[in-house]
């Protein structure tokens, strides 16, 4: 088991470095010059030039990604040691404004706000997280039980019912669900609020910044019962297409589990259906759930950008979508390499969960 | 033996049904896929008649007496904040949307299941490296790859098309490939191999066309998640932009009147956009199961 995570961690690490490769050269894929781009037209050439130079973009390109990635200090003192070592030495750098790089966890600063990327994101990421995982929650509490539901009533009404029910989910554009559900149930019924994370008259003790678990921490109620309440729809919202997504691979993994010989040998032993279900079937359908669980991962942080727009969520997709409207680069790299990389440690804990359920993996 | 003529002749005039035979009728006896058949039968209708029986120019189209008025005989689906006919916009817009839908995918189509097949049928350090780059672009959430590449060239339709396109490559990439990998593996590429044909000639010839039916499934599934995507677009004002109709940008600019209760300005695009990509998704479906009996679900 241990050699199976070390190799699938291994393989990960390609992937990654591929991965800010191409979040480093998204700056670059501007037309033009990205710092025009961002300024306005009459700004002073001296003004962009300085900008040009802060960001670093009047260096060679090998040397921007080192700075990206292992800060400008390290740059600097690799130039040093390469010069030195090769008979050419220079003076030794002085580094005015360090920047420590990403991979030791410095994302540098907002170009529009100029605060430090890593604070805003430990508001954020805590925030987009709270909804998408309660929106994953809902999708398997209501998709699981409705895919094992229709492939027991395989060709009934209840099958056509919940299938017809999936594929709207899979169909339906989240922003317009979201539309829709603020103005019934915000603006016409005021069940729910229509937008942000907790009522402006609550206050709460952050230390996780996840609303409900700071809540629960402090032991204080009201803020659990208004966090909760600005939560459910913005997850049903979000929830929606992994809902319909997993109660359709639920019934084909249920229905492709139901024919095999083990279930006919469960069956034939006069086991109960319950045990037959629960203890034989499920289990075995289990694996491409887990594996679309995974990957719906990748959905939740597009859906987020556009939940998070229509709900005021102050969370990592919405100040994403902000910074693109604004051009402020360097929280568009910060923000997708976050996301990114959280996408590729979903998959490896899907690849992971996959050698718990299924044993016959670790060895392949 | 002269007794066993008859049923050998019998055998051979038999009528062989083809695989497409085989899938028509299947697709034929599916009802979701003849809903979703219906479905996109009827979008195409409206996309290709509307400018005909409801002739529209978006740029003198506002009408500032009759702004945000509720449905009524004169406008069905009454009118947005410029005065604008709602059902008129709506209609008209199925033809943008199925523009986007059918260039994006055909992007994604082209240049994705030639590098799959290709590196499939071949292998080897191309199809290592290509895969790696797969691999790589998977690593980003679609939309936030498309919303990406839109920021990167400028908000408009060209350049949500574009985007939309790259972002498919890599699903049909993956799909291709594998399928040239249990396509090349057969005996009748073998027997290509033993009459000398080029690996250009059995690439075209023989892998391709026996590949296509995935291939034809996984589009009309991607023309629907590409509608859906082209209206996200819009909806953050980075697709089709104003004054063209276009679901995404009118829910957009529906939304400023969600407080006032103008639900007509989002129900109406709101539920074109559901009913297409139910109808392409229906339709995939069907495709699939008629075309691949063994992934029937």
Known sequence: ?364 | MTASTPAVADVFSHKQSSLWTDALRRLRHSSSAKVGMSLVALLLSIALLVPVVMPYDPRTDSDLSSRLKPPSRVHPFGTDDLGRDVLRRVLHASRVSLRIGLISVTIALLFGSTLGLTCGFLGGATDIIAMRIIDIMLAFPATLLAIGIVAARGPGLNNAMLAIGIVQIPAYARLARSVAISVREREYITAAQCVGASKMRQLTRHVFPNSLSPIIVQSTLSIASAILEAAALGFLGLGAQPPIPEWGAMLADGYKFLTIGAWWVLLFPGVMIMLTVLGFNLLGDGLRDALDPSLKT
């Open chain 1, 1 to 364: 088991m241990t050699r199976y995570l070390i190799r699938r961690l291994l393989a990960a690490i390609p992937t990654l470095l591929g991965v800010s490769v191409v979040v480093f050269l998204f700056i670059h894929l501007i037309p033009g010059d990205p710092v025009r781009a961002m300024t306005r037209d009459n700004a002073p050439e001296e003004a962009v030039q300085k900008i040009r130079e802060r960001l670093g973009l009047t260096r060679p390109l090998h040397e921007q990604y080192m700075i990206f990635m292992l800060g400008n200090d390290t740059a600097a003192r690799l130039r040093y040691e390469v010069a030195r070592l090769t008979g050419n030495p220079i003076p030794v750098p002085v580094v005015t404004q360090p920047f420590r790089g990403i991979a030791r966890g410095d994302f540098g600063n907002s170009l529009v706000t100029g605060n430090a990327i890593v604070s805003e994101l430990s508001t954020r990421l805590p925030a987009t997280m709270e909804l998408a995982l309660a929106a994953v929650l809902f999708a398997i509490l209501i998709g699981v039980p409705m895919g094992i539901l229709a492939a027991i009533k395989r060709g009934t009404l209840v099958d056509t019912g919940s299938m017809l029910v999936a594929l709207t989910g899979v169909s339906m554009p989240i922003y317009w669900l979201g539309l829709m559900g603020i103005m019934l149930f915000a603006v016409t019924l005021h069940w729910v609020p229509s937008g942000s994370r907790l009522g402006v008259d609550i206050a709460l003790d952050r230390t996780t910044n996840f609303y409900l678990l700071d809540s629960i921490i402090s032991g204080n109620w009201v803020a659990l019962g208004d966090a909760l309440r600005h939560l459910i729809l913005p997850a049903l919202v979000l929830g929606t297409v992994p809902m319909g997504v997993f109660a359709r691979m639920t019934r084909s993994s249920m229905l492709e589990a139901l024919n095999q010989d083990y279930v006919r040998t469960a069956r034939a032993k006069g086991l109960r259906q319950s045990a037959v279900i629960l203890r034989h079937t499920l289990k075995n359908a289990l694996l491409p759930v887990v594996t679309v669980i995974g990957l719906e991962t990748g959905y939740l942080f597009s859906g987020a950008v556009l939940t998070e727009s229509i709900f005021g969520w102050p969370g990592l997709g919405r100040w994403l979508y902000q910074s693109i409207i604004y051009r402020d680069y360097t929280v568009i790299q910060g923000a997708t390499l976050v996301i990114a990389v959280i996408f590729v440690f979903a998959n490896l804990l899907v690849d992971f969960s996959y050698a718990l359920i299924d044993p016959r993996i670790r060895y392949t």
